[in-house]
């Protein structure tokens, strides 16, 4: 992992939350354009750690941004693969939270549907 993306991960499990200035640090390093796998898993298992805890609202929206940004193709699909990485990333804990619900709902709005596996997740 990226030291910048480490630091920011170790302060926030220290901290046990997520503030105004550490979203715009993330933003910053992430990148909602065009995020990469590993800033994704990091904002994915910061939000597992800190489900139900206090965290900056920004960081949901840059969250599914980023998360949306990584796994639909640029037709609006998505793929087998990114399917299936969503699916190991998503719930770790066993539970959908509100911000993986956000990013379940913002793939249906974007792809038309969610794949039946993703959409169990809804319900």
């Given at each position: 992992?990226?030291?910048?993306?480490?630091?920011?991960?170790?302060?926030?499990?220290?901290?046990?939350?997520?503030?105004?200035?550490?979203?715009k640090?993330?933003?910053?390093?992430?990148?909602?354009?065009?995020?990469?796998?590993?800033e994704?898993?990091?904002?994915?298992?910061?939000?597992?750690?800190?489900?139900?805890?206090?965290?900056?609202?920004?960081?949901?929206d840059?969250?599914?941004?980023?998360?949306?940004?990584?796994?639909?193709?640029?037709?609006?699909?998505?793929?087998?693969?990114?399917?299936?990485?969503?699916?190991?990333?998503?719930?770790?804990?066993?539970?959908?939270?509100?911000?993986?619900?956000?990013?379940?709902?913002?793939?249906?709005?974007?792809?038309?549907?969610?794949?039946?596996?993703l959409?169990?997740?809804?319900?």
């Open positions: 992992m990226r030291s910048e993306l480490q630091a920011i991960k170790m302060h926030v499990y220290e901290d046990g939350t997520i503030d105004q200035s550490e979203v640090m993330l933003r910053g390093i992430v990148g909602a354009e065009a995020p990469g796998e590993e994704v898993r990091l904002l994915l298992d910061l939000n597992t750690v800190l489900s139900g805890a206090d965290m900056d609202p920004a960081f949901a840059l969250l599914v941004e980023a998360t949306v940004a990584f796994v639909l193709e640029s037709d609006g699909t998505i793929s087998d693969d990114n399917m299936a990485w969503l699916e190991s990333n998503i719930s770790k804990d066993g539970k959908t939270d509100a911000n993986e619900m956000r990013i379940l709902q913002e793939i249906e709005a974007k792809a038309g549907r969610l794949p039946d596996r959409a169990a997740l809804l319900n």
